[in-house]
């Protein structure tokens, strides 16, 4: 089978990772990837969101199966374009009105609604109704969630602390803080708990695979300090989701959302990211993501032990039933490396040491190869290193251990990362 992948980060890395071990794999194209990618296939210089491009290479390489790493080309029809111009393909990953549950917030709240799935109180303010959003506000007890309507590249979240705050920010971010993204902000109750990451695989008829649990760490700093960024590291599997826990999550949530695509006559085929918070031993949905997480992906990966490539492309064929996916029972931790300065302003172009020599697995995610062919940082989240172990202190042990051998000017980690699980 031969398959295209499309994207270029760690998430990206760690799916072509796992694609690569497949016996059923014939060659791999990574659309465009990065400098760690092109050790598990061919990276090719397209971007996802050029249907044209990715039609023809589907053409040219003779491609049997598309599956999207990010949400931006779901988002913007995808499927729906490769239907046209290349229909026999398989893809994996849903059509713009499934790809709406992380397209729009709006969307995704009002499909909670629908189907009675748990989640924060909320309301979805414009300019017209910016007064209703005010009123809103004062019903609600401090701190203030704000988010964007729309794909903001994963910034389009602000959690203020007092109502003066709240008010402004609702201000700018209607007044276009980030640009047609948030012309529909979605104000939000605060929920208090512990977070964690669900992921499933599914096939359109209602069946589908869980995949590992994982939490990440978005702080920039230990202790979860700073601002937020896509991602310094992850943990699976996560304790407090046990089998009590995960039977709520698939009876609240996960059978509901399923069950409620089909009503509504969307053809969902692939990952879906349920983002939930634990409230005292109840879990709510924070939001959808419609494709794998990052960086939970760089750690699920290495704890998926059965064939993925098969599950992938039964499930973008809309049948699932003769499929299995077996689970490593340990632990993997993964840590990431960063510029310095992300998420603010970082400088590229540093060349990364002891990638020849690093015992354990490296996942790129904002590498390039420079003129000379040397690795070079090209994001604000460079890489992550991995590592498999019987338990969070072992694992998190082996992955910090990798990433010492590996040397780039300003990098930057946490260094606790599960600390917080023991």
């Known amino acids: 089978m031969k398959v295209l992948l499309l994207g270029s980060g760690g998430r990206e890395s760690a799916i072509a990772w796992k694609l690569a071990q497949s016996p059923v794999l014939e060659h791999l194209y990574i659309a465009p990837g990065n400098a760690g990618t092109s050790a598990y296939g061919t990276n090719l210089a397209i971007k996802p969101t050029d249907f044209d491009a990715v039609a023809s290479a589907v053409r ?3 491609i049997d199966l598309v599956i999207a790493g990010n949400e931006d ?10 239907a046209v111009s290349v229909p026999d393909v398989l893809v994996l990953g849903p059509g713009a009105d499934g790809a709406a549950l992380e397209g729009s917030k709006d969307f995704a709240k009002d499909f909670m609604g629908r189907h009675n799935i748990p989640t924060a109180r909320h309301l979805t303010v414009t300019a017209d109704t910016v007064a209703e959003g005010r009123e809103f506000l004062r019903s609600l007890k401090a701190p203030y969630v704000l988010k964007a309507d729309g794909l903001a590249a994963g910034k389009g979240v602000i959690i203020v602390n007092t109502l003066e705050e709240a ?8 007044a276009g803080q980030f640009g047609k993204a948030s012309a529909k902000v979605v104000i939000e109750e605060f929920l208090s708990g512990i977070e964690c990451s669900v992921f499933t695989i599914g096939d359109g008829k209602g069946r589908y695979h869980l995949l590992p649990v994982a939490k990440d760490y978005k702080r920039a700093y230990d202790a979860d300090q700073g601002p937020n960024t896509g991602g310094m590291g992850s943990v699976t599997p996560v304790p407090f989701a046990d089998d009590a826990f995960m039977a709520k999550v698939t009876e609240r949530i996960i059978r509901p959302t399923i069950d409620g695509l089909i009503s509504e006559g969307i053809d969902y085929r692939g990952f879906i990211f349920f983002g939930l918070i634990n409230c005292g031993g109840d879990p709510y949905v924070i939001e959808y993501n419609v494709r794998m997480g990052d960086p939970e992906t760089e750690s699920v990966m290495t704890r998926i032990s059965s064939d993925l490539l098969p599950v992938a492309a039964a499930a973008a064929a809309g049948d699932l039933a003769d499929t299995e996916l077996t689970i490593d029972p340990r632990t993997a931790v993964a840590v990431m490396a960063v510029s310095n300065g992300y998420p603010g302003d970082y ?7 002891g990638l020849d020599k690093a015992q354990g697995i490296v996942f790129h995610a904002g590498t390039a190869v420079d003129k000379d062919g040397k690795v070079v940082t090209a994001g604000g989240r460079v890489l992550a290193t991995v590592a498999l172990a019987d338990s969070i202190p072992a694992a998190a042990a082996e992955a910090y251990k990798v990433l010492e051998g590996i040397e780039f000017e300003g990098k930057r980690s946490r260094s606790d990362i599960g600390k917080d699980l023991l």
């Open 73 to 82: 080309p779901l988002v913007a029809g995808l499927r729906e374009a490769l």
């Open 347 to 353: 400088t590229k172009g540093h060349v990364i040491n």
């Open 60 to 62: 040219e390489h003779d």
């Open 167 to 174: 008010d402004a920010t609702l201000d700018e971010m209607l």
